[in-house]
């Protein structure tokens, strides 16, 4: 039996980092503005890190949208998978050419391109697509904010999130 009711435990799940940071928080103001010495100066330390995680854990919960979507998404050793229902693949980050966010389609849905394959559509809500987050941001150049703006704001046709520059020694 459990005295949390569902929604409220799906909304500390999906800001688990940001509870954390704050906790990291308040431990590094204790250390810092509590006490003297050495727990003194490692409390600065520690209030950094914790505005650190804090940042990231709100970059991170912003990118959560939800479970319950249409397939699958594992993302392992710098390959995004997708099994769904109709469609499914695999793509290579470091293949990738372009990420577009398409919120025209039911649900909306990410795209994810890369040369000489079909492109594969990944609803934002399929299970496991909050790891997407890490694989996204590892692209170069990417940017984050832009992203989750996008993401939240919904937009009427498909965005260009990121997109790989070309490469000069090709085009000689």
Known sequence: ???VRPEARQAIWRWREVLVAIGVLVLGAYWAFGTGAL????G????VLGAVLLITG?????FRSGRGGPGVVHVDEGAVAYFGPLSGGVVALREMTSLILDPTGKPPHWVLSQPGQADLHVPLNAEGAEALFDAFASLPGIRTEHMLKHMKQGAAFPVVIWQRAPNPAVLH
């Open 1 to 3: 039996m459990s005295f």
């Open 39 to 42: 727990l003194h100066w490692l």
């Open 44 to 47: 600065y330390m520690v209030l």
């Open 58 to 62: 709100v970059q991170r919960g912003r």
